[in-house]
């Protein structure tokens, strides 16, 4: 049995008294990918913001339910929500360089947030999280430079290298290629089939083609519920219930 690094039991999440994600169990398997896929509105991305409690930035967001990480929940009392920031890291879908700063400053953002001033170490967490972002030899000679001056692809890759310095356990993805180009989309691709190896991985994914080529295991959300979740081949050749081939297919969505 594949051990387990985070896991949602019952997990509910209100808006107002609007229920955006309803009574959702899904185990999120150590160093594996796992893809969540479904048509806009499903509740995809309110899913994946409670892995990390984004939503405690929103007063009318409520929470019910169990959110573990390594068997102890996030929403217990006295959990501090930027630890489990830190430790649950995030990318959005669209690249966030900070304009002001330089590449290497972006990169070390979050290390200066929690007080490291060491130079050298910084230096070497700038090298090792932009090379696990396949990025450090288009930019090694360019790291005092703005990273609004990357292309989009970089600088999504740049986001990526952010949430990696400050070595979380888990990388939640946003859509992370939706705004990018095919060859940008690629680069991310290949990079989130190296990533697993040292970092579990979950992605939201309105590209069902992406979610069949990178992750391990799929769930398919449907007005806020999860319809099924399974191992990424058995569910898009052979799914379960008729609501998920009626997506997978084109019928919806």
Known sequence: MEPLRMETQN?????????????????????????????????????????????DLNPIVRIEGRVLLDGEDVYAAGVDPVVIRRRVGMVFQRPTPFPTMSIFENVVAGLRLVGVKDRERLAEVAERSLKAAALWDEVKDRLNEPAVGLSGGQQQRISIARALAVEPEVLLMDEPTSALDPISTQAIEDLLTDLKDQVTIVIVTHNMQQAARVSDRTAFFLNGDMIEYGPTERLFTNPADERTEAYITGRFG
């Not at 509910?12 to 609007?18: F, Q, R, S």
């Not at 009574?23 to 893809?35: E, F, G, M, Q, Y």
């Open 11 to 55: 997990l509910t999440v209100y808006y107002g008294k609007n229920a955006g994600v309803k009574n959702v169990s899904l185990p999120v398997h150590d160093r594996k990918i796992t893809a969540l896929i479904g048509p806009s509105g499903c509740g995809k991305t309110t899913f994946l913001r409670a892995l990390n409690r984004m939503h």
